[in-house]
């Protein structure tokens, strides 16, 4: 037996050896990519364990396993949040919402600071940090979701009433939650109580509500698959000719600036893909598993996007700036939305421009401390901004120039605007240095920053008019207008926290929102 086992390691050791050289990367690539596709073969699996805790008990050991084969010792790392969040609200439910963000940011950017994580993953290394990232979104929605057990329904909002626990997990269904299925090797993040009804087979999962046809359910999940493998396959063949390291090379300079602003975007979209690769992936799992189930729509064919977290071309092809984290990293803008954006605004209250910017800054430091990271994401809220100052211009159109709103050239000029600062600002978040990214932004003499800024200025000097209700509810001829579609996100800071106008509802795992 003794030997056998040897013999087994010996050939796995092997075929890695032969893969690691064939394709080019670290082992812990290699390792990684096989757990994530192995992922979605236990999730179609899990549905077929018969009873609850015969699911909570497969999810455990099927994530651990998945996390520990490309991590090493480095996944009994996820174990000291997630029995620290546990503690916390086992024994303090009144302050369990904010001493899970202290547990979970501090030893995640103590794990960021330690592994350097962001250098590792420029070169093509992977490590528990990201696993550490999506673990620490998880903890944090458990803990304060927890402590709004304790309020009355009437002190929260909608998407908090459905959220709140009023009930401490079991330990059992506590590591479930954490490991479930190595959902952490990327994502995306999801709420413990959907969690806990799409295991006990509650909500939408009831048995005794009409469910999908297993047709269904595999066909969207081989779609997403055969998404993931397309994207991957872009991804490694155009990394070849624009690697991260062209906006830093000789050649780079020798380019008009107009050039080096068609690299910088080429470069970020190329990166994109390996992200849209990941996500559609997950999706494949959770689809497989049934936990991505979304209801019916109203043709009555079932959706499974309730974890959806990338829509490539309305990321790609946006228009507008405001709605690219409605259709990128969907889920994890949901977490940003829901318990720091409208946790920071005071009920009864206008957000503000700071408070998005805080809860940018936020999401850079839960990357890591690299400056790239702040650097993209204190840019970014300057990006929003001035999407929605444009928005509000349009709107304040008067009626006989409302045309505009959709005319051809105007979208075409709104969305090089949408695509080049966009990828502009994403070069510091790819090169992660602090001088480099300031030197390729000095390349285009800093043009990105410029145009932002200059329309948020504008708008401060002569503001946009506000429009006039026969404006807004009629086109000429007497038809309606149809409303603006702008996906309005933490970006959109015309939310008011409480009594008054209410935020725009977010579907279940889905960040996608239309101005009503």
């Known amino acids: 037996m003794k030997n056998t086992s040897h013999d087994i390691l010996s050939l796995i050791a092997h075929y890695e050896h032969e893969i690691t050289e064939a394709a080019g990367m670290p082992i812990s690539m290699v390792r990684f990519a096989a757990s994530f596709f192995a992922s979605v073969a236990v999730g179609l699996l899990l549905k077929f364990v018969p009873t609850a805790k015969g699911k909570h008990i497969y999810a455990t050991v099927t994530g651990f396993a998945l996390l520990y084969y490309p991590f090493g010792n480095g996944v009994f790392h996820l174990f000291v949040p997630t029995i620290l969040t546990y503690l916390v609200m086992l024994q303090f439910q009144d302050y369990s919402a904010t001493l899970s963000w202290i547990v979970n940011f501090t030893y995640l950017i103590g794990c960021h600071v330690a592994g350097a994580s962001g250098e590792a993953w420029k070169q093509g290394n992977v490590d528990f940090t990201g696993a550490m990232m999506v673990l620490a979104l998880k903890l944090i929605t458990a803990g304060v979701s927890y402590q709004d057990g304790l309020k009355k329904p009437e002190e929260l909002s909608p998407y908090q009433q459905r959220h709140r626990l009023t009930k401490m997990p079991s330990p059992l269904e506590w590591l479930s939650f954490t490991f479930a299925s190595g959902n952490l090797l990327a994502g995306p993040y999801f709420e413990l109580s959907d969690y806990l009804d799409f295991i006990n087979r509650k909500g939408p999962w009831d048995p005794k509500s009409k469910q999908p046809s297993l047709a269904s359910q595999y066909g969207a999940g081989a779609l997403r698959f055969v998404k993931a493998l397309c994207c991957l396959a872009v991804h490694l063949y155009f990394v070849k000719y624009f690697p991260v390291d062209t906006l830093t090379s000789d050649w780079f300079y020798t380019l008009s600036i107009p ?28 689809i497989g598993s049934g936990f991505c189930f979304n209801g019916w729509d109203e043709r009555g064919e079932a959706q499974w996007d309730r974890y959806c977290n990338t829509r490539i071309a309305k990321v790609e092809l946006s228009a507008s700036a405001a709605e690219l984290p409605a259709h990128w990293n969907t889920c994890t803008g949901n977490f940003l939305r829901r318990y720091v954006y409208e946790r920071l605004t005071p009920k009864g209250k206008k957000a503000t421009f700071k408070t998005l910017l805080l809860t940018q800054l936020v999401a850079g430091i839960w990357h890591g401390l690299f400056p790239g990271y702040a650097l993209f994401f204190a840019t970014s809220a300057f990006m929003f901004e001035s999407a929605k100052v444009i928005y509000r211009y349009e709107q304040g159109l008067p009626q006989r120039w409302r045309f505009l709103q959709t005319f051809p050239l105007w979208q075409f000029a709104k969305w090089i605007y949408t695509g080049f600062i966009l990828n502009y600002s994403a070069s510091a978040f790819l090169l992660l240095d602090f001088s480099v990214a300031f030197k390729t932004w000095n390349s285009v003499h800093f043009l990105g920053h410029f145009l932002m800024v200059a329309i948020i200025a504008v708008s401060m000097v002569n503001p946009p008019r506000k429009p006039r209700k026969k404006d807004a509810s009629k086109a000429p001829g007497g038809q309606a207008v149809p409303p603006i579609e702008t996906g309005p996100t933490v970006s959109d800071v015309t939310y008011t926290n409480g009594a008054g106008v209410s935020s725009p509802p977010l579907g279940e795992g889905n960040n996608a929102l239309k101005t009503e």
């Open 259 to 286: 050039r080096r602003g068609a690299v910088m975007w080429i470069v970020a979209v190329v990166y994109r893909f390996k992200y849209y690769f990941a996500w559609a992936v997950s999706e494949a799992a959770l």
